[in-house]
């Protein structure tokens, strides 16, 4: 019998780069070897330093909130289950309930929002964010992770940072700078676990959705 072929992945991650777009201020990702293949060395390795917020990433509670959960005590199931991705190209400067409503029907625990028609690859100011009452709106139907392809649920400017707010009274998770570029509007199984980093306000995710089948 011919065998069935294996469903079908969209990596959702961008390439972790020294030039991916960071926060101004954040440490970028550099790379530096430790040691080369040659004839007293069986192995290159290499060491890197970044923000755990380079990429697509996690954020732990411990982010917007003192004596909350490190990313390495945050429970694992809100990232790997049936997602659903949600269209609201060209929502500026926030993703409102408005933005989410005709997609309401049925929503799985999990809600990705693609806002834009291709990821920045710079740092771009004016990206689009959550509205508060969109993360509360969710919530309230059972969303138990929400993610963004830009690199916040708040403003850039935000100094409350009322979206992350409302992740942490609902106890939700988050997932930024994610690339939905390519991703048609529909529901998937969302792969995404962060690593157990000890201490850690956020940690990179290798992010995937798999065709259901």
Not at 22 to 32: A, K, N
Not at 51 to 63: F, N, Y
């Amino acid at each position: 019998m011919p065998s069935k072929p294996c469903p079908r992945l969209w990596d959702i991650s961008p390439t972790v780069a020294p030039d991916a777009p960071i926060f101004p201020g954040d440490e970028p990702y550099s790379l530096r070897w430790t040691a080369r293949l040659s004839p007293g060395c069986p192995v290159n390795l290499s060491a890197i330093t970044m923000s755990p917020h380079v990429g697509a990433h996690a954020d732990a509670p411990l982010h917007y909130a003192n004596d909350a959960p490190a990313i390495a005590d945050v429970p694992l199931d809100s990232y790997l289950g049936r997602c659903r991705v949600i269209h609201a190209i060209g929502a500026a400067p926030l993703v409102t309930v408005e933005h989410l409503q005709h997609a309401e029907e049925g929503l799985p625990p999990r809600v990705l929002v693609r806002c834009c028609e291709r990821a920045d690859t710079r740092w771009n100011p004016a990206f689009t964010a959550y509205a508060p009452e969109a993360v509360e709106w969710l919530a309230a139907r059972g969303v138990r992770l929400i993610g963004i392809d830009t690199p916040s649920v708040d403003p850039a400017d935000s100094k409350v940072l009322s979206s992350h707010q409302q992740l942490r009274r609902h106890d939700l998770r988050v997932l930024e700078n994610l690339v939905l570029d390519d991703v048609p509007e529909g529901d998937y199984e969302l792969i995404a676990l962060p690593l157990k980093l000890q201490g850690a306000c956020a940690s990179p995710v290798r992010a995937v959705l798999r065709e259901l089948k």
